[in-house]
């Protein structure tokens, strides 16, 4: 009978708000097609887990493993919440109590997405784990508290769903529920952790440490590989998780076992992986929590007795095929437990896969022994054995209700079964058969293209079975591929079948193979079903049709058929043009096209100026390729590279087989050849000094240039401009006339200034200029231009009075001679007059003069620096003059005389 210990301290020191992690995996199974369901599984910790750390979804992320790159984040919704079970429900006062709760979806993994050979994984990170884990640092991760966090990384590797270019179907394991019992020091602990694989699949359980977050934040950002490890606290480890002798470990079948030795509450994690010809295809981890109390009665194990061994062969019957078990309890024997016990039994293959055999037990396998008794069970073994090829060895198992699990133990018996009789069915003929047909031929034809022994089948079985036909092929779907299979005649431990081809093209793919093998596959329906099934292999090969690949060439270069034309140039405003010829040699309908270039469709290259037609026809077909290259269609910087792709195809395509030839024309576009434009400039006032472009003159003189710019280029001609592109001096020139021309050819323009003293300052009189022009033209991508610079140099009017000596008599007396008063000397050679007054300049002009009698009266004045005064009516004698410049006077006198 069962005790029960009330435990109140097992738990106290786990509460927190966010304490709430037991453990958990992920599940991802085949629905069809590219379809899977996603599961995450958590176990919430319904003691210590606050209500707002139940999560209503979950966002995970799914990664590509070779590259740690994110695919996908995926949303999983709650969908299902229940509460995890005891092994003996009657031993649980409630110490722990655990939720499952299943997040869930469907989700299309994409095989163009999903290819990689190295795979995929899914991962999710939430905190945290309960604080007072006794084997691992996860305590209280808040401030004031100052401890270690520890979280869950939620992790499941799977691989690609394309394998070799064919789906590769794939559910991770499922695994057994975990229970809620707890354990007891000193007292042995088992629980399956094994899985169910959904495509038999073999699974492989070990220890591992369990992951932490990157994060000790309720949930953390999800992070790629690699994820931290969980702080094991001193004294535990991988090798030494629950400080138990035996400590904790796993069979590599699942089965999860240790005797514990200290009370707390130790996490563990178990990966499981999954293996299909050898081959490791994926990883999923389940991590999980043992508390560990002193809350087990003492009790000892029942005992189990009865023969270790039996021989039957398929004449026994009845009884012979029995033995007799004992089980009994010393527990019985107790006061402690009212002198009852519970027990009951059950089996399992020890050397075998069937993990419980029902059939061999009577209808009751519970009891319950009171002060000492025992009792007797009839275990009966079955006429077929267990499996061929060796003893079956059983475990016979007593269990009493001891908690928090019962107590056990096991009789091994070893089963000797031999079965009735059987041979195996036999082919009439096993020799596989070789068909081979000509495609658009079938085995149907008459005649007949294929011995009829080739393609029929009788099979035979000596004890009359009935005989089951199943049709194996290497990868295809007969229907499919236009085989098909006929049933001639059947009865007891016979049948007579037959195999036809309709090779036809139109019916399969033959790209994609040619030889298909059939299995003709034959199992005996005997009693007990344990022979192999024999096999007979049909090997069906199509010829398809001869039909050589059409050929492509061009006229560019003398070689023939070459694939690539190298070195085609040619220049912006040229023509490229050449032929390019398809043949086939069967005669058969062909295709000739432009498919475009290395960056370029066809249809781009069109809108580029290229003419080239599609042909179609048979034997030979030819068009012609055009492109005139103009400026407004090509953008050299861009692009001046042009790899033209020209395509040949059999148009007919016979059995889909593609048959096609390709020339690559491989062009060059240059910039155009460019005639330099020319720029020539005259000096237009003769009075000025001309050389080399450099000018030296006195202010006071006009300067006129005139420019000429042409360009030799005609086809096309370039349009040129004129223009100034600079126009400089140690004082900035300005009034000066200059307007820019433009014209197709040749263009002109004139140069004008007359400077006045505004373009001296600070004092200096001698300026020096520069006036730069250009013509330049406008071909596209190879532009060309002329510079011509003009040099200037201005100096100031002397305007120096060195040797001026004013004119000081004149004598009005109408003889011809020194009639008036003027500024004027006559040169004695030709007679001319010239004035002797100082120049007028920037520095010093002429403003007037002034001549006053002996009384001091103005009597005469002038601002012409040409003047004459006639002196009419005024008396011969001594005048005094003013006369009056900007920066300076002159004095003195004169006299009339008559």
């Not at 590797?157 to 590769?168: A, D, L």
């Not at 005469?860 to 004698?877: H, I, L, P, Y």
């Amino acid at each position: 009978m069962r005790r029960f210990l009330v435990v109140l301290l097992c738990l106290c020191g786990l509460q927190a708000g966010a304490s709430h992690i037991v453990g958990g995996e992920f599940e991802l199974l085949h629905v069809g097609g590219s379809t899977y369901r996603l599961n995450l599984i958590i176990y919430f910790d319904k003691i210590n887990g606050a209500a707002g750390a139940k999560d209503q979804s979950a966002s995970v992320s799914i990664f590509r493993k070779s590259t740690n790159t994110l695919i996908d984040n995926i949303v999983l919704q709650l969908s299902n919440e229940s509460s995890v079970g005891y092994t003996q429900p009657e031993c649980s006062n409630g110490e722990i109590q655990t939720d499952k709760l299943i997040y869930t979806t469907t989700l299309t993994l994409d095989p163009a997405l999903f290819n990689e050979p190295e795979g995929y994984y899914v991962t999710w990170e939430r905190c945290c784990r309960n604080y007072s884990i006794t084997n691992i640092f996860s305590d209280d991760p808040t401030p004031q508290n100052g401890g270690i966090s520890a979280g869950q990384t939620f992790l499941l590797e799977f691989p690609p769903v394309v394998k070799n270019g064919e789906p590769f179907i794939n559910s991770s394991p499922r695994l057994f529920p975990p229970l809620n019992d707890y354990a007891c020091p000193g007292r042995p602990y088992y629980v399956d952790f094994a899985g169910i694989d959904d495509d038999g699949d073999s699974l492989v359980y070990t220890l591992t440490t369990p992951l932490n977050t990157h994060g000790a934040v309720a949930l953390p950002n999800i992070l790629p590989k690699p994820y931290p490890l969980v702080q094991w606290r001193p004294g535990f480890g991988i090798d030494q998780v629950i400080g138990g002798n035996p400590d904790l470990k796993i069979s590599p079948a699942g089965l999860l076992t240790a005797t514990p030795l200290i009370q707390g509450l130790f996490v563990f994690a178990v990966k499981i992986e999954e293996y299909r010809n050898k081959e490791l295809i994926g990883i999923s981890r389940r991590d999980f929590q043992m508390l560990v109390v002193d809350g087990c009665a003492d009790a000892v194990p029942p005992q189990i007795t009865g023969p270790t061994s039996i021989s039957l062969t398929a004449a026994d019957a009845g009884q012979d095929r029995c033995i007799t078990v004992t089980v009994s309890d010393a527990d019985s024997q107790k006061l402690g437990d009212n002198f009852t016990e519970n027990i009951r039994i059950r089996a399992v293959g020890l050397n075998f896969n069937n993990k419980n055999i029902t059939e061999i037990f009577p209808a009751e396998v519970t009891a319950t022994l009171i002060n000492g008794s025992t009792k007797d069970f009839t275990i009966c073994f079955p006429v077929c054995p267990f499996f061929l090829g060796g003893p079956n060895e059983i475990g016979i198992i007593a269990m009493d209700d001891a908690c928090s699990l019962p107590l056990l133990d096991t009789l091994k018996v070893t089963v000797n079964i031999v079965p009735p009789p059987n041979t195996d069915p036999y082919f009439d003929d096993a020799t596989p058969s070789m068909i081979t047909l000509l495609e658009g031929k079938s085995t149907k034809d008459a005649p007949a293209p294929v011995p009829l022994g080739q393609l029929e089948f009788e099979v035979f079985d000596d004890e009359a079975d009935e005989l089951l036909v199943s049709l194996l092929t290497d990868g295809f779907v007969m229907g499919n591929a236009g085989i098909t299979y006929t049933e001639l005649s059947r009865a007891p431990g016979y049948v007579k079948g037959r195999l036809d081809w309709d090779a036809f093209c139109d019916i399969y793919d033959f790209t994609k193979r040619t030889t298909f093998k059939v299995t003709v596959q034959v199992d005996d329906l005997d009693e007990c079903n344990l022979n192999e099934p024999v096999q007979l292999d049909y090997n069906f090969t199509v010829i398809l049709p001869t039909n050589g690949p059409p050929i492509i060439d061009t006229n560019l270069t003398s070689s023939p058929n070459e694939r690539i034309v190298s070195g085609v140039q040619k220049r912006i405003f040229e023509k490229l043009s050449f032929n390019v010829v398809g043949s086939d040699p069967d005669s058969y309908p062909i295709v000739l096209d432009l498919i475009g270039s290395n960056q370029l469709s066809a249809d781009s290259l069109r809108g580029l100026g290229v003419s080239f037609a599609k042909v179609e026809g048979f034997s030979s077909i030819q068009s012609q390729f055009n492109w005139d290259l103009n400026c407004d269609k090509l953008d050299l910087d861009k692009l001046d590279s042009f790899d033209l792709q020209f395509l040949v195809v059999d148009s007919l395509n016979k059995c889909k087989i593609y048959q096609a030839d390709t020339v690559e024309v491989e062009v060059k576009i240059l910039p155009p050849l460019n005639a330099k434009p020319q720029l020539t400039i005259n000096n237009l006032n003769p009075e000025l000094t001309w050389v080399n472009n450099r000018m030296q003159m006195t202010r006071g003189n006009q300067i006129v240039l005139g420019l000429q710019g042409v360009d030799a280029d005609n086809s096309p001609k370039d349009f040129i401009k004129l223009e100034m592109i600079k126009a400089e001096g140690n004082v900035a020139p300005a009034g000066y006339i200059f307007e820019e021309s433009e014209g197709e050819g040749s263009v002109s323009s004139t140069f004008s200034w007359n400077p006045d003293c505004s373009i001296f300052e600070n004092d200096v009189y001698e300026n020096d200029y520069t006036f730069t022009f250009r013509v330049t033209d406008d071909r596209c991508f190879n532009v060309k231009a002329d510079t011509v610079a003009i040099d200037i140099n201005i100096k100031d009017i002397e305007g120096g009075d060195n040797g001026f000596t004013p004119i000081n008599y004149f004598s009005p007396n109408d003889d011809g001679v020194n009639d008036y008063y003027a500024m004027e000397l006559k040169d004695p050679d030709t007679g001319d007059l010239s004035n002797i007054l100082p120049l007028d300049n920037c520095i010093s002009e002429f403003q007037a003069i002034r001549i006053y009698n002996r009384w001091g009266k103005e009597v005469f004045k002038s601002t012409d620096r040409n003047f004459k005064w006639f002196g009419k009516g005024e008396a011969a004698g001594v005048y005094f003059y003013l006369i009056e410049y900007s920066n300076k006077e002159y004095k003195g006198s004169l006299s009339i005389r008559y």
